[in-house]
């Protein structure tokens, strides 16, 4: 199959006259257009894009949506993230994701990193996870978390033993899987005890994964780390000798230089959520002097309650105005590089081999209508994307070759079917 957009951003910029070509899940070529063959799909009046890298999320939350807004973290925690998670059994479960990657598919996110941590002694509700990422067609890094901090609710909780064998028995289930991938993800330092994290490690290392953790998030982590084990959180990870190139660091807000340099030093990533740490007040990560300091970043949205809104070109704009504000600096982070950190440098970190239209490279892909208001005039296209455009000029997307948004509607599930379920699940709820 072909796709002949308008434009085509590729490796070396915008190309018009293009054809792309779609084979088993890959694109197999980028060639001039010429004349039309059969079975040709042609995109008047769009642009072709690599789809965006949603680098963390918590798919679940999306149902607590509106609960908790307008509270700091411990009082999002404590009356409505520990609560409201209690209520959700396997179907709530599977019905909270597919609502989140339903609601991502539409706003152009190919891949989905999952940090999921509602275990119930066993894999049972991560498979229920799967099968919702299955059904509405998106690309699924399943982040299995790993916790035993006493204060979090009991599902949440593992011993190391049990949280190792089972996150070793779902990465060998989903091996061969062409659209997921699982690694481990021990919680926090506070979430996940010193020998939790190095059982995440050392899967990460048998299995040859990223190894995801939250880490310097709020400053009250850091004094709880330095108060617990005598130094800062990244510098206890590295003393537990878990900083690596395997590591993908959740939010690392709070960092002083040298941790920076450390990070760096050690190769490690970070998942960046900009939204989500200015919605529960949490700071402004540092991001050009993590990137300067050779530390890789991808971007995220975090849960659908602690920002409201799943699209990772929201976090490029977000990403990028942020650091302009904080630096005092109209040129801090360009729109090349937000664009390039939620597409192609998120896929890296990552292990998947997408985020830029190649040969080769995996065919999640999105088109977005150039007619659209929010992409007038045309004087820059890419900086037009990153700043300016509206979700709805989101009209298709495919994974893995497959169109699981067709002008802006979902292919793969019935919307309103979908939303009816999630309000009659949600009626009443209320803190």
Known sequence: MRLLPDLVLTESGWKSG????LDGGRIGAIEPAGRLWPGDLTLGG???LPGTVNAHCHTFQSLLRGLGDDLDFMGWRDRVLYPFSQRLDRNGIKLGAAFAFAEMALHGVTTCVDFFYLHDEGNENAEAVIDAAGEVG????????????EGAP???RESPADATKRVRELIARHRNGATVLVQPAPHSPHGASPAMIKAGWEVAEAENTPFHIHVAEGRYEGERTVKEHGATPIRYLDRLGVLGPRTIGVHCVWLDGEEIALMGERRAALAYCPSSNMFLGDG???VPELLRAGVR???GTDGGCTNNRLSVFEEMRMTSLLQRVRLLDGTALSAETAFTLGTRSGAEMLGVDAGVIAPGKLADLVAVDLGHASLHPRNDILKSIVYAMSHQAVTDVWIHGRRIVDGGRLTTLDARELLARVSELTRGWKI
Not at 18 to 21: N, P, Q, S, Y
Not at 138 to 149: C, E, F, G, P, T
């Open 18 to 21: 293009r054809a792309v070509v």
């Open 46 to 48: 769009k642009a072709l």
């Open 138 to 149: 998106i690309r699924l890094v399943l982040a299995r978390a790993m916790y035993d901090w």
């Open 154 to 156: 009991a599902r949440y």
């Open 284 to 286: 402004i990560t540092r």
């Open 297 to 299: 970043v991808g971007l």
